[in-house]
T-cell receptor
């Protein structure tokens, strides 16, 4: 079945370091791909999305590119801030369905 | 525009008690979902609805029931709570357009003793 695999955390970085959080997926057809962020005590918020192969989603300095050939959607940011500390979820919505499938989440901690 | 709201924010139950979690959205979305979030498990879909009066089972439906009598509300019921249902519950909604994202509520933290 469809699934999402993302790197386990926690990931601890110093401020201004480069961030990569890996996400790979298994799905038939052309799913839509999403990254969500969850701050402590809050619900998930959409960070960025991509809906077709080679699309790049971007928001708040974060980027991810939909790679059909490697079935990946890795999240990157060039210079992280303390305020980026949160849990990040990769998710997909299989084409033609109402459901969303989430990865297990990766906790990011950024130190000043 | 409040988005997605959930009631209550926190609740403690004893084993065997019942309760209903309420989710409301004011975005006129067709689809609504209930998830539970447990450490190391990500989000798991409990039940979902694709429109008023319709519901369907998700990945982990046992021990839960749902109703969608009005388009804006999606209720999650626990008839006889068990300690295994201790979790954080999130409601979400989305429009019925392809490639659209979900909008999440702030969550309900439930502790079953």
């Amino acid at each position: 079945g469809d699934s999402v695999t993302q790197m386990e955390g926690p990931v601890t970085l110093s401020e201004e370091a480069f961030l990569t959080i890996n996400c790979t997926y298994t799905a038939t057809g052309y799913p839509s791909l999403f990254w969500y962020v969850q701050y402590p005590g809050e619900g998930l918020q959409l960070l960025l999305k991509a809906t077709k192969a080679d699309d790049k989603g971007s928001n708040k300095g974060f980027e991810a590119t939909y790679r059909k050939e490697t079935t990946s959607f890795h999240l990157e940011k060039g210079s992280v801030q303390v305020s980026d500390s949160a849990v990040y979820f990769c998710a997909l919505r299989p084409s033609g369905t109402y459901k969303y499938i989430f990865g297990t989440g990766t906790r990011l901690k950024v130190l000043a | 525009n409040a988005g997605v709201t959930q009631t209550p924010k926190f609740r403690v139950l004893k084993t065997g008690q019942s309760m209903t979690l309420l989710c409301a959205q004011d975005m006129n979305h067709e689809y609504m979902y209930w998830y539970r979030q447990d450490p190391g498990m990500g989000l798991r879909l409990i039940h979902y609805s694709v429109g008023e009066g319709t519901t369907a089972k998700g990945e982990v439906p046992d021990g839960y029931n749902v109703s969608r009598l009005k388009k804006q509300n999606f209720l999650l019921g626990l008839e006889s709570a068990a300690p295994s249902q201790t979790s954080v519950y999130f409601c979400a909604s989305s429009p019925d357009r392809v490639q659209e994202t979900q909008y999440f509520g702030p969550g309900t933290r439930l502790l079953v003793l």
